[in-house]
Structure formats: structure tokens, C-alpha cells
């Protein structure tokens, strides 16, 4: 897969494709439909099949007061990307000057001239350009006029009649179900980030964790989670050499005064290795229990011993 980050000034070979537009946070089996849409047509055309996506978030330019909402990291939807055969990833700065582009500006700067669109594929409520002014009728007319095909897919629902959707996604995490946020996503949800050092706290009693930082990623529902460690190849950056079992607390540490923002804590099973500034990814696989303030290290212990006897059984089902 090709990166680019600019629209502007492309060779030829970077050109032409039949283009996926949106935020793709978390590259959930949603928008795995609307690309498995693109992809065959990119292949009836004989073009490339590209992504066009944003960084930051809008959400984050418009919206810069609001809480960490994120699935997944910028480098986390490219490397998504890369393992779903797409051929040109295109990331547009989206900044002040981008966000007052007109829908008119945006369809003959960015798709016609900087782009040359073949075909565009977007999300049945795709909206753009400034004030959110666009919509699919209107690229569908200028597509028409500018010599590229528009195609609108629907909203994909579950079988339990959920929309596959990032929101709703953010929901069942933000609620402690992260088995629910696996089937929309078509994959565990991960956070991930490098292994800080902490007060050692939890190594004093029996039960040493591996600290990562939440950074830009959604707060999930407060608790304890069965979970997975992967360890994260120095080679490459992106490929796990090992998922480790665990146990983990997302919260703020009320038996311990609490912290200013959230963090996690996690405590592997059968596991000695110093991993300290190493990168990992952490999948959510059930959730156990909301976080709790512990009167003494002694009702702490007691609850945590019995945390990794629920994750390991959680844990032994997957």
C-alpha cells in the first residue's frame, strides 16, 4: 500500500482510482463492506482501490473540548488499511483551511484535480465541505459532469438490528461490552501504546502490571477486563510476536488516591519478561467488574486474586 499525505501534486501512477471516502475510526466490519463495494469496482474499472481519510479527526478540530473518543490511532487505521488490500492511502491534513473548502472546492480541488477520481464510494450520509454542505446528491451531479461514478452504500446492521457504526462501537465500550464492540468491529478492540514505568505498586503486593498510557483513545467503561497483551515487534513496529493473557484495570486508581487521567494496569499470567518501553497492543475481551476503592491491601489482594480466576475463565472461551 502507497501512503500519501498531500492530495496535491501526484504522479500519474497515484492517480485514477476508485476512491473510499471517510474517518474509517476503527475500520469496523461496516466499513468493510463499503470497501468490499469499492473493491469490485476498482477491479471491474482496472484501478487502483484507495481510502481517502482525514488526520486529525474533524471531530477533534470542531469538537477539541471533548473527551478522548478515538478507536483507533492514526497509525493504527494505516496499518488496518494495509492488511485489507488497499493499494493508495490517502491521509488530507484536515485543518482550518481544509474545513472552509465549499462542497463545490472540495469535489474539483481534492477528487477532480488532485485525485482524478474514477469512481467515489461513500456512506449512504456522507456529508462534506463547509458547514457540511455536501451530500451524495450533489457529488453525484458534479460527478456526472466531471466524468467520475458515485456509489452510496447503505447503512450494514447487525443481526441484532445494530448499525455497524463507530458510535455504536464507543457505546458498548463506554458500557462495558466489549464483546459487543468485537462483533461490530469483526476483531477485539485495542489499545495501544508503549509500557511506562509506574510506582511498582503492584509488584509490593504479588501482583506486578504493565503500565499504558490511554493517550487519544476512547475511555472505556471504568473496571476490571480479561485480556490480551501483544507484544509488538521491534523489527517492524506493527507485527505481534506474542499475545499474552492478563488481567486489567482501566480507571484512575481509587485505592490509591486516584490519578488525574485515566491509565491501565495490566497483570499477565505465567510472565516475568521486563517489557518497560517496549510497544504493545491490549485487546479487551470481557469485562469483569467496575473499578472499586479498596479500604486495605489485604481486601485489594483478595479482589484481584479472584479478577484472575474470572479473566482466566473468560479468557479460556475465546
Not at 474539483?108 to 461513500?122: A, F, N, P, S, Y
Not at 519478561?273 to 497492543?281: E, K, S, T
Request: charged content about 25%; glycine content about 12%.
Amino acid at each position: 500500500m502507497r501512503v500519501f499525505r498531500s492530495f496535491e501534486n501526484l504522479t500519474d501512477e497515484a492517480r485514477g482510482a476508485v476512491v473510499a471516502i471517510g474517518n474509517f475510526d476503527g475500520l469496523h466490519l461496516g466499513h468493510q463492506t463499503l470497501l468490499d463495494h469499492a473493491r469490485k469496482i476498482a477491479r471491474d474499472l482496472g484501478v487502483p482501490l484507495a481510502i481517502l481519510t482525514f488526520e486529525p479527526h474533524p471531530r477533534m478540530l470542531f469538537r477539541a473540548d471533548d473527551p478522548p473518543f478515538r478507536l483507533t490511532s492514526a497509525e493504527d487505521r494505516e496499518t488496518a488499511a494495509g492488511s485489507i488490500d488497499i493499494d493508495l492511502f490517502y491521509e488530507a491534513e484536515f485543518n482550518r483551511e481544509f474545513a472552509a473548502m465549499s462542497a463545490e472546492e472540495f469535489i474539483e480541488r481534492v477528487l477532480v484535480k488532485g485525485l482524478g477520481v474514477k469512481h467515489v464510494v461513500v456512506g449512504w450520509d456522507f456529508c462534506f465541505g463547509k458547514g457540511r454542505a455536501g451530500n451524495v446528491d450533489l457529488l453525484r451531479a458534479i460527478g456526472e459532469k466531471s466524468g467520475f461514478g458515485v456509489t452510496a452504500v447503505e447503512a450494514v446492521t447487525h443481526d441484532n438490528g445494530i448499525i455497524y457504526s463507530s458510535t455504536a462501537i464507543r457505546q458498548a465500550l463506554r458500557e462495558g461490552r466489549p464483546e459487543d464492540a468485537a462483533h461490530l468491529l469483526g476483531r477485539p478492540w485495542e489499545i495501544a501504546g508503549i509500557v511506562a514505568h509506574g510506582d511498582a505498586r503492584g509488584r509490593t503486593i504479588g501482583f506486578p502490571t504493565a503500565n499504558v498510557a490511554l493517550g487519544d483513545h476512547l475511555r472505556p467503561k471504568f473496571g476490571v477486563y480479561a485480556i490480551e497483551l501483544g507484544l509488538i515487534s521491534d523489527a517492524d513496529g506493527q507485527t505481534v510476536e506474542r499475545w499474552v493473557p492478563g488481567v486489567a484495570n482501566i480507571g484512575v486508581r481509587p485505592s490509591f488516591g486516584g490519578d488525574d487521567d485515566a491509565g491501565l494496569e495490566a497483570h499477565l499470567f505465567d510472565f516475568d519478561q521486563d517489557i518497560y518501553d517496549r510497544h504493545v497492543r491490549v485487546r479487551l475481551h470481557g469485562f469483569i467488574r467496575g473499578e472499586q476503592k479498596f479500604d486495605g491491601l489485604d481486601a485489594l489482594k483478595a479482589q484481584i486474586a479472584a479478577d484472575v480466576i474470572a479473566a482466566k475463565e473468560i479468557l479460556g472461551k475465546i
